[in-house]
């Protein structure tokens, strides 16, 4: 079965990562622009970071078999410090419109602040400019008023429901999302948001139409095989296998399609793997022997 995890921060993973989940199934990955755990400070440390999304983690991804693409957005909670958001909200345009960008995001609310909704409601603005799809982070906590009003201020810029992916949902959330028309991601953590039990239960209940499973795994507690797992589960657990494809593959590609950058083509033809190659004269090897494989025939050539 092939497997998309829609949400996952590549960029806090190792290269043992892309292997294992390439191994699992996973054929291709979003990786949302977010927080890095720490405050950015500058307006350059923005401008590297966009830029490593765009092209080393796409080259990485690609050396071990799978297709990259990514998002483009300032998020929540670095908002607050209005000054530098300001900056950065002057250059997302560029990074916004390179190939491979396939929705504004993560964008949203943390902690609900008057600083957040301003840079919110300027980033709908930006997707709606672009014609690209939203992915939302709704927020840790108060999730099921964040969650709500993240819909509501979507709906006031004139966005499609059909349009948005609302992430980070759970059973709380998920009734209104799907009532409302919106998109219903859930991020798979080990021990907190949802597990993997309980997105088998989410399945059986509202079954496959517009519920995307990912994994949101970063630099924190998390696991990058979480979708892998939890298709399984919900396969031994009874669950149709045309509800685990949906839930698990087809419909991110319904999600972030209509960007015109999320084309199932991509992976279904892919290029060959070519270790030996270069980005700005960098490898991904660390002195290992490079493989060659082709993609087509899938034979290891060296």
């Not at 970063?218 to 296998?241: H, Q």
């Not at 270069?278 to 034979?299: A, H, Y």
């Amino acid at each position: 079965m092939k497997l998309i995890d829609p949400h996952v921060h590549m960029s806090a993973r190792t290269t043992d990562d892309y292997e294992a989940m390439r191994d699992a199934g996973v054929v291709a990955v979003i990786e949302p622009a977010f927080w890095v755990g720490q405050p950015r400070t500058t307006l350059g440390s923005f401008q590297d970071y966009y830029a490593s999304l765009i092209g080393w983690e796409r080259f990485r991804a690609a050396q071990f078999g799978i297709r990259h693409y990514c998002t483009m957005g300032l998020n929540s909670k670095e908002a607050n410090n209005e000054a530098l958001a300001a900056e950065v909200l002057e250059i997302l345009p560029l990074f916004a419109s390179k190939d491979g960008v396939v929705a504004i995001g993560e964008i949203g609310y943390d902690d609900q602040t008057p600083a957040e909704d301003k840079v919110f409601r300027k980033q709908l603005e930006l997707a709606k400019e672009l014609k690209l799809p939203v992915m939302i982070h709704t927020p840790h906590r108060d999730k099921k008023r964040g969650t709500a009003r993240s819909m509501d201020v979507c709906i006031e810029h004139g966005l499609k429901p059909s349009s948005v992916i609302v992430d980070h949902n759970n059973e709380e959330t998920v009734k209104e999302c799907l009532d409302r028309g919106f998109w219903a991601a859930f991020t798979i953590y080990p021990k907190t948001k949802m597990g993997n039990e309980r997105m088998v239960e989410v399945v059986r209940t509202y079954g496959k139409e517009r519920i995307i499973v990912d994994s949101s795994a970063d630099w924190g507690v998390s696991d990058p095989l979480a979708v892998p797992k939890t298709a399984r589960l919900m396969l031994e657990r009874g669950i149709p296998k045309d509800q685990v494809e949906a839930t698990c593959y087809g419909n991110a590609i319904l999600a972030y399609g209509p960007s015109g950058q999320f084309n199932e083509s991509d992976w279904l033809t892919p290029a060959s793997i070519d270790q030996r190659m270069l980005f700005e004269g960098n490898s991904v090897l660390r002195g290992q022997q490079p493989k060659i494989e082709d993609r087509v025939t899938k034979g290891l050539i060296s």
